[in-house]
């Protein structure tokens, strides 16, 4: 029973197309996040929500729009895809009496 | 600005022997530390913890050790097997924001060798 689970796994569009990815989390945490991990490894937060609420926006273009429609899911959709949106994109989730995050097994975009 | 660990490195040790992983941090405000493990084509996995009022927590094979006077943190695991061969990343966290941001290092490659 996954945690956290994204979906898909892998994604492969062309520049300019829109896409989402979804995140559930069945863990009950109140937190829920959105972490980049480029090409080198390096992991770098995006947003994050808090029952439903953005509380933070890491300078992230407005292309990206999280949207959390409950406490359990948080989903990302990007407009007008660029070639440098090719990363691994991690959802996690957290609870407000245990500040370690579960993430989930990310999501390959790469855009051609 | 905020930034934690080093350039990615590797790091290759033989099956049996004991690891060492370092990561510098340079937010003194930060007082919850955590490891992550992340094997490939997997999500980071939480390893092990530790609070600024500690200096040392011991898990399963696993050690971490903080230095506060130099913002240092280190992972130590004893007899690694061939199964912790994975990319390791230090991750900091402070009260500003409520603990709600997790700033991680440029992990550490781990590489087992039989």
């Known amino acids: 029973d996954t945690a956290v689970s994204q979906t898909p796994k892998y994604l492969v569009t062309q520049m300019g197309n829109d896409k989402s990815i979804k995140c559930e989390q069945n863990?009950?945490?109140?937190?829920m996040y959105w972490y980049k991990q480029d090409s080198k490894k390096f992991l770098k937060i995006m947003f994050s929500?808090?029952?439903?609420?953005?509380?933070i926006n890491e300078t992230v273009p407005n292309r990206f729009s999280p949207k959390s429609p409950d406490k359990a899911h948080l989903n990302l959709h990007i407009n007008s895809l660029e070639l440098g949106d090719s990363a691994v994109y991690f959802c996690?989730?957290?609870?407000?009496?245990?500040?370690?995050?579960?993430f989930g097994s990310g999501t390959r975009l790469t855009v051609v | 600005g905020e930034s934690v660990g080093l350039h990615l490195p590797t790091l290759s040790v033989q099956e049996g022997d004991n690891s060492i992983i370092n990561c510098a941090y340079s937010?003194?405000?930060?007082?919850?530390f955590i490891w992550y493990k992340q094997e490939s084509g997997k999500g980071p996995q939480f390893i092990i913890d530790?609070?600024?009022?500690?200096d040392k927590r011991q898990g399963q094979r696993v050690t971490v050790l903080l230095n506060k006077t130099v913002k240092h943190l280190s992972l130590q695991i004893a007899a690694t097997q061939p199964g912790d061969s994975a990319v390791y990343f230090c991750?900091?966290?402070?009260?500003?924001?409520?603990?709600?941001?997790?700033?991680f290092g440029a992990g550490t490659r781990l590489a087992v060798h039989p």
């Open positions: 996690a989730s957290s609870s407000a009496f245990d500040y370690g995050y579960t």
């Open positions: 863990l009950g945490h109140d937190t």
């Open positions: 929500y808090n029952n439903k609420e953005l509380i």
């Open positions: 937010n003194s405000a930060s007082d919850y």
């Open positions: 530790i609070r600024s009022n500690m």
């Open positions: 991750a900091e966290t402070s009260p500003s924001g409520g603990y709600n941001k997790l700033i």
